[in-house]
T-cell receptor, first 118, second 115 residues
Framework: GAVVSQHPSRVICKSGTSVKIECRSLDFQATTMFWYRQFPKQSLMLMATSNEGSKATYEQGVEKDKFLINHASLTLSTLTVTSAHPEDSSFYIC??????????????FGNGTRLTVT | AQKVTQAQTEISVVEKEDVTLDCVYETRDTTYYLFWYKQPPSGELVFLIRRNSFDEQNEISGRYSWNFQKSTSSFNFTITASQVVDSAVYFCALSLGSGTYKYIFGTGTRLKVLA
């Protein structure tokens, strides 16, 4: 159980275009999802918390107009990188808590999306 | 402030050797949770273990074992008789028990198990 699916797994886009990444909870509902960014050989940095039915909460230093997050349903959150630039190239990974309502339930991660902006 | 330190950037071992990955954390909270995740080359993070701050019992799961010591703020991970399939980046993470899922990840340790 607790499978998180992320799509696409890889995307290459031209500078100035926008890219949408989808994160779905397949067998459970997720009122909250988390978007992380990982630079090569580095740790995961939390970008934002996606809340179903309300605005996302962004971490300090993350441009909310650059990284648009929409959590339209209990099973889907999307991250749109707008007007992408080469420095946005990175590995983006989403996660959601499992079915347990407890805050100590582990996060389940998607397979990640490797974005390359040319 | 909360922080997780994984001082070992990369470790290489020969198959069948035992290896220990270190994790040291900092927090002023009395209630917190510690996790280990495995990130194989494919990229996904695989949950390995969760431990809460009130449970200092060590745990063994097959070839994996974890040593949690609050006195030294450490949560070390040992792989016994390592295998090539264990090659991955391993992340230690801390989350607070105050109604948040926010994780603080260490920088990860890249483990290479050579045949």
């Amino acid at each position: 159980g607790a499978v998180v699916s992320q799509h696409p797994s890889r995307v290459i886009c031209k500078s100035g275009t926008s890219v949408k990444i989808e994160c779905r909870s397949l067998d459970f509902q997720a009122t909250t999802m988390f978007w992380y960014r990982q630079f090569p050989k580095q740790s995961l940095m939390l970008m934002a918390t996606s809340n179903e039915g309300s605005k996302a909460t962004y971490e300090q230093g993350v441009e909310k107009d650059k990284f648009l997050i929409n959590h339209a349903s209990l099973t889907l959150s999307t991250l749109t990188v707008t007007s992408a630039h080469p420095e946005d190239s990175s590995f983006y990974i989403c996660s959601a808590p499992g079915q347990s309502s407890s805050y100590n339930s582990p996060l389940h991660f998607g397979n990640g999306t490797r974005l390359t902006v040319t | 402030a909360q922080k997780v330190t994984q001082a070992q950037t990369e470790i290489s071992v020969v198959e069948k050797e035992d290896v220990t990955l270190d994790c040291v954390y900092e927090t002023r909270d009395t209630t917190y949770y510690l996790f280990w995740y495995k990130q194989p080359p494919s990229g996904e993070l695989v949950f390995l273990i969760r431990r809460n701050s009130f449970d200092e019992q060590n745990e063994i799961s097959g070839r994996y074992s974890w040593n949690f010591q609050k006195s030294t703020s450490s949560f070390n991970f040992t792989i016994t008789a390592s295998q090539v399939v264990d090659s991955a980046v391993y992340f230690c993470a801390l989350s607070l028990g105050s109604g948040t899922y926010k994780y603080i990840f260490g920088t990860g340790t890249r483990l290479k198990v050579l045949a």
